[in-house]
């Protein structure tokens, strides 16, 4: 009959089963993926060199505080000879003033520290330290440095504020520092 006509029509049983799309493949992967692992290696390069740059300075700073200490120990053995006093003295000093050199120049890296002499060096140094153990204290005698004739020195004195202001750098972060305050437009053209 006509009933079971129109069940034979159905029209829904015609249409097709739904298709689910496929599974997202998991490569390549999509762009945001790419930016963030590129930000992450970046970030990991970045902390990777900050510790590696770190690491270098503490060992030019340990090798600076070493070189001290068998300069200072050199001269203690060496001065107790009278031919050997004046030699040893001289010597002493310009052992101290290249080790604060370096590390002058590691630490201040903007200033033009290698041409520093005299008085601009002493005032440089206590600038860096907010002292005047060198402009007017025991390291006064690094001014003239090899070139007095004659030894005459405070060297305990020399050695504890060369120490004291190496150690205080050792101790602070490193940064690209500029020139110490204290340094002034007259200070740089002594230099000059």
């Given at each position: 009959?006509?009933?079971?006509?129109?069940?034979?029509?159905?029209?829904?049983?015609?249409?097709?089963?739904?298709?689910?799309?496929?599974?997202?493949?998991?490569?390549?992967?999509?762009?945001?993926?790419w930016m963030?692992?590129?930000?992450?290696?970046?970030?990991?390069?970045?902390?990777?060199?900050?510790?590696?740059?770190?690491?270098?300075?503490?060992?030019?700073?340990?090798?600076?505080?070493?070189?001290?200490?068998?300069?200072?120990?050199?001269?203690?053995?060496?001065?107790?000879?009278?031919?050997?006093?004046?030699?040893?003295?001289?010597?002493?000093?310009?052992?101290?003033?290249?080790?604060?050199?370096?590390?002058?120049?590691?630490?201040?890296?903007?200033?033009?520290?290698?041409?520093?002499?005299?008085?601009?060096?002493?005032?440089?140094?206590?600038?860096?330290?907010?002292?005047?153990?060198?402009?007017?204290?025991?390291?006064?005698?690094?001014?003239?440095?090899?070139?007095?004739?004659?030894f005459s020195?405070?060297?305990?004195?020399?050695?504890?504020?060369?120490?004291?202001?190496?150690?205080?750098?050792?101790?602070?972060?490193?940064?690209?520092?500029?020139?110490?305050?204290?340094?002034?437009?007259?200070?740089?053209?002594?230099?000059?």
């Amino acid at each position: 009959g006509p009933t079971g006509n129109m069940e034979a029509e159905d029209p829904l049983a015609q249409l097709a089963d739904i298709h689910l799309p496929g599974d997202v493949p998991f490569w390549p992967p999509a762009p945001g993926w790419w930016m963030l692992a590129g930000l992450l290696l970046l970030t990991i390069a970045l902390v990777g060199r900050y510790f590696y740059l770190q690491g270098q300075t503490k060992r030019k700073m340990k090798s600076a505080m070493y070189e001290l200490d068998q300069a200072y120990s050199t001269w203690q053995e060496k001065s107790q000879s009278e031919n050997l006093h004046n030699q040893a003295g001289l010597d002493l000093l310009y052992n101290f003033n290249s080790i604060l050199k370096r590390v002058a120049l590691l630490y201040y890296p903007q200033t033009d520290v290698a041409k520093l002499t005299g008085n601009a060096w002493l005032q440089f140094l206590d600038g860096a330290d907010q002292s005047k153990d060198f402009s007017e204290g025991a390291g006064k005698v690094l001014s003239d440095g090899t070139y007095r004739p004659t030894f005459s020195a405070d060297v305990d004195a020399l050695y504890t504020i060369t120490r004291r202001w190496i150690m205080r750098h050792y101790l602070q972060p490193r940064a690209t520092k500029n020139a110490p305050a204290k340094m002034s437009s007259d200070t740089a053209e002594v230099s000059a």
